[in-house]
């Protein structure tokens, strides 16, 4: 398959890079806000663990990401390209290794918690954009269970 691509003046992808925001996004305040309407209480972008998770229930031991589909790797799969290395061809080597070191970073991140006895729960960008009360009764669901 042949796709185009229109070469960027560097400062303007600058600009345009550096005004994504890293924490409090759409799709966190968003989960955020189908949490606590079920009633449930947290801590937010929680600096003392790995990764700082978004969302943390310290006392049932529960982690909460909600990771961006361009930034962690899952573009392809909302573009209906068959996989990621397909998606990542396109890329500049910058961008192709940067998001490569967030899916390795996640990786690391997510074992050592649940080495650390903490559930991890990420979900996509897309899947809380679409749904986030389906989200939030995950997270809900589990926390019951890990308080039982």
Request: contains cysteine; proline residues 3%.
């Amino acid at each position: 398959m042949l796709r185009l691509y229109m070469v960027r003046d560097p400062q303007i992808t600058h600009k345009i890079m550096s005004s994504v925001k890293s924490k409090n996004t759409r799709p966190e305040i968003a989960l955020r806000r189908a949490l606590w309407s079920t009633g449930l209480r947290f801590r937010v972008n929680y600096k003392k663990l790995p990764g700082k998770p978004d969302v943390v229930f310290t006392k049932a031991k529960i982690v909460v990401f909600c990771d961006g589909d361009f930034w962690h790797g899952h573009n392809w799969a909302i573009r209906g390209i068959p996989s990621l290395e397909e998606e990542l061809a396109g890329y500049s080597e910058f961008w192709r290794n940067k998001i490569l070191g967030n899916i390795k970073r996640d990786k690391e991140t997510t074992e050592k918690l649940t080495n650390e006895g903490w559930l991890v729960l990420r979900f996509w960008e897309s899947d809380i954009v679409a749904d986030a009360n389906r989200c939030a009764d995950i997270v809900e669901r589990s926390r019951r269970e890990r308080l039982c």
